[in-house]
T-cell receptor
Framework: KAGVTQTPRYLIKTRGQQVTLSCSPI?????VSWYQQTPGQGLQFLFE???????NKGNFPGRFSGRQFSNSRSEMNVSTLELGDSALYLC???????????????FGPGTRLTVT | LAKTTQPISMDSYEGQEVNITCSHN???????ITWYQQFPSQGPRFIIQ???TKVTNEVASLFIPADRKSSTLSLPRVSLSDTAVYYC????????????FGKGTSLLVTP
């Protein structure tokens, strides 16, 4: 089975621009979560989707948004980019419905976003 | 999201047993304790999960005392390839997969 894939792997943007990152979960997985990883803040939760519905959202400004499609693929968008948005953005999927007692997620390799 | 406290870093020699302790004082009755491992330039990988007492798998053991306010991840006979960041998380059923990874414990294994 193919793992979680994320595109693009690397991205360079300028302040004020917007960016869209894509995530394809493992086949059959319906839960997708997004995380931001920076040296200063560590690995922080952005949002979680299950069956096209956003179930949870982390403490990030409204510039960060996401969506999930009917095939479980997910995108996240960051508008009006700031220098502090430079980070590794990780996507994770799970085949078990959330809240059932197991919390095993499978992570992709991430998208490295650099904002200049 | 439930918060955890764990050491920022630890050092060990090859072949030793490593125990990483995590504090989670505000754990709720239905919460689970979960540990992940992350190698450089990779996404985290699930290691083990437990609710109480002891859980063991082919990679590690997880010890959880009766009050569940802390947990200890035990890695037997570590090798250089166990050098990684280890995250302790408290997963709350009604929070789904909204997991608070924090900064984890950076484990360095040397010869």
């Amino acid at each position: 089975k193919a793992g979680v894939t994320q595109t693009p792997r690397y991205l360079i943007k300028t302040r004020g621009q917007q960016v869209t990152l894509s995530c394809s979960p493992i086949s059959g997985h319906r839960s997708v979560s997004w995380y931001q990883q920076t040296p200063g803040q560590g690995l922080q939760f952005l949002f979680e989707y299950f069956s096209e519905t956003q179930r949870n959202k982390g403490n990030f400004p409204g510039r960060f948004s996401g969506r999930q499609f009917s095939n479980s693929r997910s995108e996240m968008n960051v508008s009006t980019l700031e220098l502090g948005d430079s980070a590794l953005y990780l996507c994770a999927s799970s085949g078990v419905p959330p809240g059932t007692g197991t919390y095993e997620q499978y992570f992709g390799p991430g998208t490295r976003l650099t904002v200049t | 999201l439930a918060k955890t406290t764990q050491p920022i870093s630890m050092d060990s020699y090859e072949g030793q047993e490593v125990n990483i302790t995590c504090s989670h004082n505000n754990i709720a009755t239905n919460d689970y304790i979960t540990w992940y491992q992350q190698f450089p330039s990779q996404g985290p990988r699930f290691i083990i999960q437990g609710y109480k007492t002891k859980v063991t798998n082919e990679v590690a053991s997880l010890f959880i005392p009766a009050d569940r306010k802390s947990s200890t991840l035990s890695l037997p006979r570590v090798s250089l390839s166990d050098t990684a960041v280890y995250y302790c998380l408290v997963a709350r059923p009604n929070s789904g997969y909204a997991l608070n990874f924090g900064k984890g414990t950076s484990l360095l294994v040397t010869p």
